[in-house]
């Protein structure tokens, strides 16, 4: 978990100075499943093309070297972009004022 935080002061006027505090956290951040497929597959003959697969799916059961193995594409699970998904939390806080 990260945690971010950060004081700013407005203002030239020592008599009225206001300051500005901001906290940020990064919660519940999840890794989920692998999407499609970055393999270059003209890298060789100085091209750029990918294969087209959307999604990654394994080609055996967890624990086996299979289920590294895309079964759409043939190719590794590393050349799939993982989808991760996470929540940032922003509270801002400043002093009321007085009235003067």
């Known amino acids: 978990m990260k945690k971010r935080q950060g004081t700013s002061k407005r203002g030239q006027d020592s008599s009225r100075s206001s300051s500005t505090t901001t906290s940020c956290t990064i919660r519940n951040v999840q890794?989920?499943?692998?999407?499609?497929?970055?393999?270059?597959?003209?890298?060789?003959i100085g091209g750029y093309a990918?294969?087209?697969?959307?999604?990654f799916m394994a080609s055996g059961e967890e624990g086996t070297n299979l289920a590294l193995t895309c079964a759409a594409c043939g190719c590794h699970r590393s050349f799939h972009k993982r989808l991760v998904d996470y929540e940032v939390v922003c509270e801002?806080?400043?002093p009321s004022s007085n009235g003067t």
Do not use: F, T
């Not at 990918?50 to 999604?55: Q, V």
């Open 31 to 44: 890794y989920g499943p692998y999407g499609e497929c970055q393999k270059n597959h003209a890298a060789e």
């Open 50 to 55: 990918l294969d087209g697969c959307r999604e």
């Open 92 to 94: 801002c806080s400043s």
